[in-house]
């Protein structure tokens, strides 16, 4: 694990010098021209439409640049990102260079990949965001590296994200803290215990994680899946699930469709245990009455997965300058702050501590953490994401052996 974080801070720092001339150079003239252009646009936001606190958040910024900008924000809700990505593949294909459907996706790991490499992007212009102020790369290089991939000014960081555990303290006094325990607890617990159905961003980071915990060449998961032997560094995992998956909720025979579905499960005792990749998400649900006060969050003793999830413009956008508008103030200390209370979303913020001024330090200070959301210190370490391009090996995988 050492071995890996060294890498990922080499690629950070990396990163970092080659931003500095860029940064260097940022024109509050030029920023004006863009917002300039930007007003009266309207900017198709492509974005994952399943919660209803995320679509709250994006409906109180919409109103935020309009009335600050007199940028139009939309809201497009899909289930999907890979399939925004084919779409905007499917334009470029067909000459469409120009006045595209898609003015902003929310993306991250394979799909961000996937549109670098078919240049598929806009920018880079993330350096020329005044709000990139706040962004500390050498202190949370995730912002900077997205599951292995520089992201090379493509796509702006929005938010933090680590994968997280939850149980019911009143049917519960001692959760799992590793993926040997995690298989002896379903044993003893036997159909209360599954994770939600792949391909979910959720189910699939669990496999991830499990594969992190149970390989002797996790270094090897930092690196493109093709230098690999598949075969033989995923041993491990498929010989747990094998083990593992008769002693599942419905005796792994089916599985819950995303990881908000765990949430009712382990409301009402179906389920002892539940999993999201949203540290706060705990606590946001107990605000919100979804579930009890007696839930809290935990997390593996060696740690777990950790990585940034991102904004990026469509290289045929009909809004660009309205499109970074709309990002520049997503990442700006209010609209981050906003987002990081448990009650509005609790999205952890992108933004370092200090780099940011006095006043908007204290934005974050006053922050209710929550009754059920880990202190940064209680969130241990963060697990790097393995490269992007295990996702949809590990996948096909899953499904021919389990589907």
Known sequence: MIRIQRWINKVALAAMVALAPALSLADSTQWQQVTDKARGQTVYFNAWGGSEQINDYIDWAAKEVEKRY???LKHVKVTD?????????????????????VDLVWINGENFRSMKHNGLLYGPFVT????????????????????????????????????????????????????????????????????????????????????????TQSDVLQKPVENADFDKVTEPLWRYLDEIHPLLWRKGETFPANNLALTPLLDDGEILLSMTFNPSYASSAIASGELPETVRTYVHKTGTLGNTHFLAIPFNSSASEGAQVVINFLMSPEAQAHKANPDVWGDPTVLTMSSLNSMDQKRFAELPLGPATLSAEGLGATLPEPHSSWVSALEKEWVKRYR
Do not use: C
């Open 70 to 72: 007199g940028v139009m």
């Open 81 to 101: 990102t890979a399939n925004v990505v084919s779409r905007v593949l499917a334009e470029k294909s067909a000459g469409r260079t120009d006045k595209g459907t």
């Open 128 to 215: 020329d965001l005044p709000s990139f102020n706040g962004i500390d790369p050498v202190k949370k290089p995730t912002t900077v590296v997205d599951f292995g991939e520089p992201v090379d000014g493509l796509e702006a960081p929005w938010g933090m994200a680590q994968l997280v555990f939850m149980y019911d303290t009143d049917r519960l006094d001692a959760p799992p803290a590793n993926a040997e325990e995690l298989l002896a607890f379903a044993r003893k617990h036997q159909g209360r215990v599954t994770y939600p159905l792949l391909p979910d961003f959720i189910g699939t980071t669990f496999l991830k994680q499990l594969l992190s915990e149970l390989s």
